[in-house]
């Protein structure tokens, strides 16, 4: 069944902050994990998609409790609106784990493209103010270079990305702090001690490959504890821009199982 948008009722409590949807496997453990879902768009995509993203998808058929949040339609994909509208959202799912999984469910926030910039913020901003609560960060291929130089990025106009990129970054960042603040361009942080440990995927011709795998390393050397998935060129892997399919769907449940089992032991 596809998921649907709607206001969800958390128990007794007021409606959340953001629309979301959820999204569940066939099968779902005990204690399945609960991931809040951002998605991309490269901030400029601000009609809710009714289509399901498949990311979040493959990781709900792994087990997991997927819960899809629409932080950019009411924000209108502006910094600092959108992560405070996405942060929110995770405050409200910690608040009520047992709801969707177990009061040992771990908790974990994930995106793809904006949506992981998005999340990496959102990891940050829990490290400072939710200290504990978030168990890892999820990147699969963050937006979070708003310099756009990096040597892999060339490949953007083979994929008619450069100019939507570009003009993403330029609107996200059109409010006062630009990307001087940490929140808002994470690989820019010089403080990324603390954070929850992450998984960060990406694809030899994904032309984000760089930045999310200079993101990881720089996390890896602030402590964070950090899993890398590459696929291989021709995996399909940048069809996830445009909400495709591809060969990557399954082996991105086995990585996502894989991380969970790391984060458990």
Same mark, same amino acid.
């Given at each position: 069944?596809?998921?649907?948008?709607?206001? @969800? #009722?958390?128990?007794?409590?007021?409606?959340?902050?953001?629309?979301m949807?959820?999204?569940?496997?066939?099968?779902?453990?005990?204690?399945?994990?609960?991931?809040?879902y951002?998605?991309?768009?490269?901030?400029? *995509?601000?009609?809710?998609?009714? $289509?399901?993203?498949?990311?979040?998808?493959?990781? #709900?058929d792994?087990?997991? =409790?997927?819960?899809?949040?629409?932080?950019?339609?009411?924000?209108?994909?502006?910094?600092?609106? =959108?992560?405070?509208?996405?942060?929110?959202?995770?405050?409200?799912?910690?608040? &009520?784990?047992?709801?969707?999984?177990?009061? !040992?469910?771990?908790? +974990?926030?994930?995106? $793809?493209? =904006?949506g992981?910039?998005?999340?990496?913020?959102? #990891?940050? !901003?829990?490290?400072?103010?939710?200290?504990?609560?978030?168990?890892?960060? @999820?990147? %699969?291929?963050?937006?979070?270079?708003?310099?756009? #130089?990096t040597?892999?990025?060339?490949?953007? $106009?083979? @994929?008619?990305?450069?100019?939507r990129? *570009?003009?993403?970054?330029? &609107?996200?960042?059109s409010?006062?702090?630009?990307?001087? &603040?940490?929140?808002?361009?994470?690989?820019?942080?010089?403080?990324?001690?603390?954070?929850?440990?992450?998984?960060?995927?990406?694809?030899?011709?994904?032309? %984000?490959?760089?930045?999310?795998?200079?993101?990881?390393?720089? %996390?890896?050397? =602030?402590?964070?504890?950090?899993? !890398? &998935?590459?696929?291989?060129?021709?995996?399909?892997?940048?069809? @996830?821009?445009?909400?495709? $399919?591809?060969?990557w +769907?399954?082996?991105l449940?086995?990585?996502?199982?894989?991380?969970?089992?790391? %984060?458990?032991?």
């Open positions: 069944m596809t998921a649907q948008w709607g206001n @969800i #009722a958390f128990d007794r409590s007021a409606k959340p902050p953001v629309p949807r959820l999204y569940e496997g066939k099968s779902k453990s005990q204690t399945p994990p609960l991931v809040l951002l998605r991309g768009g490269a901030f400029l *995509s601000q009609a809710r998609d009714r $289509d399901e993203q498949p990311a979040a998808r493959a990781i #709900a792994t087990g997991a =409790a997927v819960l899809e949040a629409d932080y950019g339609s009411a924000s209108q994909n502006l910094f600092p609106q =959108a992560l405070e509208y996405a942060f929110a959202a995770l405050q409200c799912l910690s608040r &009520h784990r047992k709801q969707f999984g177990a009061a !040992k469910s771990l908790l +974990l926030v994930a995106g $793809d493209e =904006a992981g910039n998005v999340a990496a913020g959102v #990891a940050l !901003k829990a490290r400072d103010q939710m200290p504990g609560e978030l168990d890892g960060q @999820i990147l %699969l291929s963050p937006m979070i270079d708003p310099l756009m #130089a040597a892999s990025f060339q490949k953007a $106009d083979e @994929i008619g990305m450069r100019e990129w *570009s003009d993403g970054w330029s &609107h996200y960042l409010s006062r702090c630009g990307f001087q &603040h940490p929140y808002a361009a994470p690989c820019l942080c010089s403080r990324l001690a603390g954070v929850a440990p992450a998984l960060v995927v990406t694809a030899d011709d994904d032309p %984000l490959r760089d930045e999310a795998l200079g993101y990881a390393e720089r %996390l890896r050397a =602030a402590g964070v504890s950090v899993r !890398k &998935h590459v696929f291989p060129a021709g995996s399909g892997w940048t069809g @996830i821009y445009k909400d495709g $399919d591809g060969e +769907l399954t082996a449940g086995t990585e996502f199982t894989g991380f969970v089992k790391q %984060l458990s032991s």
